[in-house]
């Protein structure tokens, strides 16, 4: 696994893109995207990363094993460090298809 102090900034925001883009289509739940995020963009552990975002241990492991319910702004304050936040995307997957290329 490549650590974070080794990724250069075109490769961290090339991480970035590639863990989102698979996020939204479906690929990987949102756990997953913010275990991926945390482990490889930042190489934090769950507590160093929960100091971080002013949360909890328990909420960043039950966040990445996608259990409990949490407020948008817990999830926001996950998602923060990597330039994400919570918005809508289209539940269909033909209409995503067609958003996700338009950008």
């Given at each position: 696994m490549i650590k974070s102090n080794q990724l250069s900034g075109e490769e961290r925001e090339a991480l970035i893109e590639r863990i989102a883009l698979q996020l939204l289509q479906g690929d990987i739940s949102q756990g997953q995207a913010l275990q991926e995020f945390?482990?490889?963009?930042?190489?934090l552990n769950q507590s160093d990363y929960?100091?971080?975002?002013?949360?909890?241990r328990k909420t960043v492991s039950e966040v990445e094993n996608d259990l409990g319910n949490y407020s948008s702004d817990?999830?926001?304050r996950l998602f923060k460090p990597f330039g994400l936040k919570v918005g809508l995307v289209p539940a269909s997957a033909r209409l995503k298809?067609?958003?996700l290329k338009v950008s």
């Open positions: 945390r482990k490889k963009i930042t190489g929960a100091k971080l975002t002013r949360t909890s817990i999830i926001n298809r067609r958003t």
